[in-house]
């Protein structure tokens, strides 16, 4: 069975530094995609960034980036120049290309003025 | 991308009674999905619903506890019955727009039960 583990429960950034976020899964499928979901506190979960599998290039939206290892079977999340609106909590999820999704646990992200 | 709505967006219920959440989407999608997330936890997917048949329920979840309506391609409601404190979460609906295989979340209902 497919596993996601995020094992940062909170991290805390500088506003205006960088920060990663850890994900690892486990899967037997060659083929499958990876998110990363963003829930601000009392807010709406809005996508940040999108992987897919059979890609190698790395997927960047702005100021968020992946670091997408397949052997490795990690997908950690980088996010640049922090800023406080970044603070929420951040979801890995897994789907291996039907409507399931497989969530972790979820990191809580702090950004220090 | 997909603009989806809850209602209610939180309540607070007594136990034993039960509590329809409406989800609305302003898009006609094929597939929508019902999730719970407990305090403090991940997401849970509860069921997926399909417009003109029965909701698929994940293990552990039984439709006499969330019986699922899907009248139309932009609607669907979660009913949570007799409920317990232990159901007190968020439930949050979410819809797949296809390919590639990205969901988007509606706000959530926050319920408490007392």
């Known amino acids: 069975a497919q596993t996601v583990t995020q094992s940062q429960p909170e991290m805390s950034v500088q506003e205006a530094e960088t920060v990663t976020l850890s994900c690892t899964y486990d899967t037997s499928e060659s083929d499958y995609y990876l998110f990363w979901y963003k829930q601000p506190p009392s807010r709406q979960m809005i996508l940040v960034i999108r992987q897919e599998a059979y890609k190698q290039q790395n997927a960047t939206e702005n100021r968020f980036s992946v670091n997408f290892q397949k052997a490795a079977k990690s997908f950690s999340l980088k996010i640049s120049d922090s800023q406080l609106g970044d603070a929420a909590m951040y979801f890995c999820?897994?789907?291996?290309?039907?409507?399931?999704?497989?969530f972790g646990t979820g990191t809580r992200l702090k950004v220090l003025a | 991308s997909a603009v989806i709505s809850q209602k209610p967006s939180r309540d607070i219920c007594q136990r034993g009674t039960s509590l329809t959440i409406q989800c609305q989407v302003d898009?006609?999608?094929?597939?929508m999905f019902w999730y719970r997330q407990q305090p403090g936890q991940s997401l849970t997917l509860i069921a997926t619903?399909?417009?003109?048949?029965?909701?698929?329920?994940e293990s552990g979840f039984v439709i006499d506890k969330f019986p699922i309506s899907r009248p139309n391609l932009t609607f669907s409601t979660l009913t949570v019955s007799n409920m317990s404190p232990e159901d007190s979460s968020i439930y949050l609906c979410?819809?797949?727009?296809?390919?590639?295989?990205?969901?988007?979340f509606g706000p959530g209902t926050r319920l408490t039960v007392t």
């Open positions: 999820a897994y789907s291996s290309g039907t409507y399931k999704y497989i």
């Open positions: 979410s819809v797949d727009l296809g390919a590639p295989y990205e969901q988007y």
């Open positions: 619903a399909n417009q003109g048949s029965e909701a698929t329920y």
């Open positions: 898009s006609q999608v094929t597939m």
